[in-house]
T-cell receptor, first 109, second 114 residues
Framework: GQNIDQPTEMTATEGAIVQINCTYQ??????LFWYQQHAGEAPTFLSY????GLEEKGRFSSFLSRSKGYSYLLLKELQMKDSASYLC??????????FGPGTRLSVLP | DTAVSQTPKYLVTQMGNDKSIKCEQN?????MYWYKQDSKKFLKIMFS???????INETVPNRFSPKSPDKAHLNLHINSLELGDSAVYFC?????????????FGPGTRLTVL
C-alpha cells in the first residue's frame, strides 16, 4: 500500500529552527519531494531527494534515509512568511506520485 | 508570464451537470498531470499524460476524462457532477515523466457542486 505520514500541525517562533518529519511506505521509490503551499495557493517546489543524505538550499534543508523510509525538512531562521502547509511527496513506480497530508506550520512573532 | 495556467479559477455548478477545466503550460514540458485536493487538503493524483500515454489513477471515476489537444494543453472534463466532486483541482507539468524533474503547479480551480 501507499502511505505517507506527517504531523498535522506545528508551531514555531520567528527566528527559530523547525524540523518537519515525513515517513513513507510506497510501491517503489524514485524520489522524495517537499512542497510549500500557502493557503489558497498552489504548491511550490522546495526540494528533491533521491539519495540518502542532506540537501541544503538556503534556509531550507531536506534529509532522506531510504532504508528507514524517512525524510525531514529543516527550516532555519524562520520568518512569518514561512507560515504555510508543507507537503511531503514520494514518486513511486509507474509515475505514481503520492502526497502526504501536509503539515501546517504557524510561525509566531 | 504564467507557466501553468488554469481556467476557470472558480466554478460553481449544479449536480448532474457536465463541466470542463482547461490547463495550459508554456514551459515546453512533456508531461502534464491533474490533481484533486479535497477539503482535508489531501492532494491526490488523478491522471498523468505524456506523449499521448495516459496513466490513470484507478480510484478516479470514469466520469472524469482528460483531453489533450496538444502537448501544451490537458483539459479535464467531468460528466454528471456529484457533490463529492467539490474540491480544488490542480494541473501540473514536468519536463519528463518520473525521476529528477519537479512538477510546476497551476493556480488551481475551486469547483463547488451544489
Amino acid at each position: 500500500g501507499q502511505n505517507i505520514d506527517q504531523p498535522t500541525e506545528m508551531t514555531a517562533t520567528e527566528g527559530a529552527i523547525v524540523q518537519i518529519n515525513c515517513t513513507y511506505q510506497t510501491s517503489g521509490f524514485n524520489g522524495l519531494f517537499w512542497y510549500q503551499q500557502h493557503a489558497g495557493e498552489a504548491p511550490t517546489f522546495l526540494s528533491y531527494n533521491v539519495l540518502d543524505g542532506l540537501e541544503e538550499k538556503g534556509r531550507f534543508s531536506s534529509f532522506l534515509s531510504r532504508s528507514k523510509g524517512y525524510s525531514y525538512l529543516l527550516l532555519k531562521e524562520l520568518q512569518m512568511k514561512d507560515s504555510a502547509s508543507y507537503l511531503c511527496a514520494v514518486e513511486g513506480y509507474g509515475q505514481n506520485f503520492v502526497f502526504g497530508p501536509g503539515t501546517r506550520l504557524s510561525v509566531l512573532p | 508570464d504564467t507557466a501553468v495556467s488554469q481556467t476557470p479559477k472558480y466554478l460553481v455548478t449544479q449536480m448532474g451537470n457536465d463541466k470542463s477545466i482547461k490547463c495550459e503550460q508554456n514551459l515546453g514540458h512533456d508531461t502534464m498531470y491533474w490533481y484533486k485536493q479535497d477539503s482535508k487538503k489531501f492532494l491526490k493524483i488523478m491522471f498523468s499524460y505524456n506523449n499521448k500515454e495516459l496513466i490513470i489513477n484507478e480510484t478516479v471515476p470514469n466520469r472524469f476524462s482528460p483531453k489533450s489537444p496538444d502537448k501544451a494543453h490537458l483539459n479535464l472534463h467531468i460528466n454528471s457532477l456529484e457533490l463529492g466532486d467539490s474540491a480544488v483541482y490542480f494541473c501540473a507539468s514536468s519536463p519528463q515523466r518520473g525521476g529528477v524533474d519537479t512538477q510546476y503547479f497551476g493556480p488551481g480551480t475551486r469547483l463547488t457542486v451544489l
